[in-house]
């Protein structure tokens, strides 16, 4: 039995490797369209390589693979595991410092324990792992499922993903702590519920250096002003530069431009948002930044209507608009 300072420590190093990263993108899944009369298209392998060659290229400093962004759900276990491997190898290939986080979470702990393992044994630097959809665990499962995950994949950091509009339960402040208190890698939380005041209770009851991350786009700004650590995001997959932007610029204590550079991203991030994700941000990246991928995504999501695609284009431009004039200014300033 670890003391208390052995878990802190230990804490602190799984910590260490990735406390620099404010901004994770969660990453899409490319599909094709299906063929032959099939319900699912396949998952276009070769789409990855671009795709991390993009996010290499526009600074992503972390990754989410098989999150609820990525259609995880209607995966079957090999397509997830050869999706991760596929974009491992890009990584790889690129090379550079991006983190890899691997959405290991299932209704089945059984499942859930078996993929978290699987991503220490291929590399990953740390597993985010969904409170069980449908099943709806009372607080002693929670902990039951969380500590198993933790103590049997011990040298792997475990972050929390937290959203009850996608699971039925809303995991509370002080269950939280109490795994985080027990088990030193499990470091960190995706926080997808607009309670700001749970933030401020997780802030106060889990350790120090407790890695909180808004799921939500458009609450990242308030949860980092309430001790956040920052977003595992899916608007950075249009712009990641700009949500970096406005984070740093927060925890730089230059509150008045991170409000600001947010407001010009509230376009941005209601774009990502105009119907269920990620059938905007499919669509927002094939048809803007990302010609070698298609908006197919699986049922029983369907693709985009025609009024949500006018709106989220309409967003969408408005964004840029305001972006381009955001960015003159600043130069009319160095001027």
Known sequence: MDTLAEKDLKRSNFIDDLQDIDVITAMPTP???????????????????????????????????GGSTGQEPTMDRHEKRKL????????????????????????????????????????????????PPQVKPNRDGQIYHYGLIASQV???????????????????????????????????????????????EMKKLCPENFLIYSGDDNLTLEMLKRGAHGVISVAS???NEAIVQMVTAYKKGRLTEAEHRNKILDDLFNACFVTTNPISIQTLLSENVAPWMTSTVRPPLTSMNPHDHQEMLKLYRTYLSKKHAFVAGLNNQRD
């Open 154 to 200: 011990p040298n792997l950091p475990i972050i929390i993903y937290n959203i009850p509009s996608r699971t039925g339960v809303n995991m509370q402040p002080d269950t939280v702590a109490e795994l985080a208190h027990r088990w030193p890698n499990i470091i960190g939380i995706k926080q997808s519920y607009p309670d700001l005041a749970q933030v401020e």
């Open 31 to 65: 599909m094709l369209p299906p063929r032959n009369g099939k319900i699912n298209g396949a998952v276009d392998y070769d789409a990855v390589y671009p795709l991390i060659h993009y996010y290499l290229h526009h600074k992503v400093d972390g990754i989410l693979v």
């Open 84 to 131: 991760v491997t596929t974009v491992l190898k890009a990584l790889k290939k690129e090379g550079g410092s991006t983190k890899l986080f691997v959405g290991t979470g299932s209704a089945s702990t059984q499942e859930t324990l078996e993929e978290t393992k699987w991503a220490a044994s291929i590399g990953a630097d740390a597993a985010v792992v969904i409170l």
């Open 237 to 239: 997959n249009m712009d």
